[in-house]
């Protein structure tokens, strides 16, 4: 996640290649995919869950995102911050198998984004690693998903050397 925010805000991030970080935070809420993700932070979201005397459900999520990240849902999400990389060469590697980035999502947010790259679409790419699993992994099994593998690794590789000079 930071090589996406850093580049969103920093043009001196040439040609950034997040992995296994780009993520619809508001598709997860939307689609009760958040599980995965809210278990990376299950403290935080225990302590919010017990302030708020409600269980960890999606309205409880919210609030904790809100919490953490104000604006993160309505401004800084991966549909309104990608667009802000363009038109700069892209690549995002995530995983299939992901359940704390689940694949729709990250779809969903790339498909949002790609206008601001105009004539230079190309310069957007998204690669969607299908070894593991072509679908989330349920979030109990987050840790088979949540990885770069070997072809990420080279597909990132190429990536930089072809825009890194």
Known sequence: MQVWYWAAVDERV????????????????????????????????????????????????????????????????????LGCIAPRPLLIANNAADPRCPRAGVEEAVAAARPAWGRHASRLELLMDESVATAPLPASEWRRGHLITPAMWSKIDAFIERHVR
């Open 14 to 81: 040439s040609a950034p290649a997040p992995a296994i970080g780009v993520q619809g935070f508001g598709y997860a809420m939307r689609q009760q995919c958040w599980h995965a993700r809210v278990g990376s932070l299950q403290p935080f979201f225990d302590e919010v869950s017990r302030e708020r005397g409600v269980p960890t459900e999606t309205a409880c999520v919210r609030d904790a995102w809100d919490k953490l990240l104000p604006g993160l849902i309505e401004r800084f999400d991966a549909q309104h911050t």
